[in-house]
């Protein structure tokens, strides 16, 4: 019977053992991740494909009223087109649901997007800095659609809280035209 017991215990042991190893492989990052500051410097570096060329001034003239321009206006257009899909429940009922394509993209992107509105309405902020930064993101984003994004995705979830972060992030890639 003690036997028994000896060996049950030796088991649990070396099941908390091997789980305390897979939850924490590198040692407690707990207590780092919250003594790091707002002020995050992206070390790692992104390269996507990119496809997109600038719209076609036909393009450009539809899209004369976006609060980021007209280029801008294009790239979130084909950007939610992309990433924001109405798919049906069950066939043939009129019924639909809105599904989002790699939402931890898509929501850096919203929340880099509100956060340059705040700045836009700001009294001293640079109206073509931001501009220029948000169709990067864009460009970005459309681009990691289609790409093993899935450290990309990871810098993106780890820095979520913080829009200052999340453009730093969006900024480390570079995109290489096809």
Known sequence: MKRNLIIISLVALFCFTANATNLFPDGDKSATKNNMDSNVSIKKTWEFYSAIKRPTSEAL???????FG????CLHNLFMSIYVVREE????????RTVIRKPIIYNA????EKQMSKDLKGQNADQNKIEMDFVHVLKVAISAFDSDSASFENALQENKKDSNALLEVFRSVTLTDI
Do not use: I, L, M
Request: aromatic share 4%; hydrophobic share 25%; glycine share 8%.
């Open 61 to 67: 003239a539809d899209e004369s009223n976006y609060k």
């Open 89 to 96: 429940v069950v066939p043939g009922d009129p019924n639909r």
């Open 109 to 112: 992107v919203r929340n880099v």
């Open 70 to 73: 007209q280029e801008a206006g």
